[in-house]
T-cell receptor, first 115, second 111 residues
């Protein structure tokens, strides 16, 4: 299984809502990533988990809260978002080499709209 | 600040022609990768070149890396309409997970 799945595919939420994005992989990858991508822009790294521990937080606002319950799952909890947070949220996973990171496998993304 | 810069921003060619995209970066890297993204979808990994490699091939793809100039190029030969997509380079810093994507090149291949 070489697939990264993400749910939901689309999400519309109000600024007072709480929602969660989910990501799953069964490739045995020990690094998992969240990216945010605005239209016609490149993906921007938000968080990286390595061996289920938060390795990188790219100064993301606290209204985004990541969670890695186990080596296959990655969640992104959303609360009190702003309209400018509307974007495509991409999850990815990769193997971890001794001193370097291998290619990342991406999910199809969740298209989030904040009203 | 953004690590990878790509040019051209957009490229329109006829089917059968070759397409070349360039990427520049600013800091030391462990490896450089190229990804393809069809409109509004997830990214697909194309090829990875490590910092100690100079050239790599995969099917119709050829990637070069010049660490002295901090630049890379992706050549797609004999392009097809199905190659229409956005192409991004991505660099991973030495010893870390931080991956930074370039601005991307939007390729349009006319049938």
């Amino acid at each position: 299984d070489t697939e990264v799945t993400q749910t939901p595919k689309h999400l519309v939420m109000g600024m007072t809502n709480k929602k969660s994005l989910k990501c799953e992989q069964h490739m045995g990858h020990r690094a998992m990533y969240w990216y945010k991508q605005k239209a016609k822009k490149p993906p921007e790294l938000m968080f990286v988990y390595s061996y289920e521990k938060l390795s990188i937080n790219e100064s993301v606002p606290s209204r985004f809260s990541p969670e890695c319950p186990n080596s296959s799952l990655l969640n992104l909890h959303l609360h009190a978002l702003q309209p400018e947070d509307s974007a495509l949220y991409l999850c990815a996973s990769s193997q971890v080499g001794e001193t370097w990171v291998k290619e990342q496998f991406f999910g199809p993304g969740t298209r989030l709209t904040v009203l | 600040s953004q690590q990878g810069e790509e040019d051209p921003q957009a490229l329109s060619i006829q089917e059968g022609e070759n397409a070349t995209m360039n990427c520049s970066y600013k800091t030391s890297i462990n490896n450089l990768q190229w990804y393809r993204q069809n409109s509004g979808r997830g990214l697909v990994h194309l090829i990875l070149i490590r910092s100690n490699e100079r050239e790599k091939h995969s099917g119709r793809l050829r990637v070069t890396l010049d660490t002295s100039k901090k630049s890379s190029s992706l050549l797609i030969t004999a392009s097809r309409a199905a190659d229409t997509a956005s192409y991004f380079c991505a660099t991973t810093s030495t010893g870390g997970f931080k991956t930074i994507f370039g601005a991307g090149t939007r390729l349009f291949v006319k049938a």
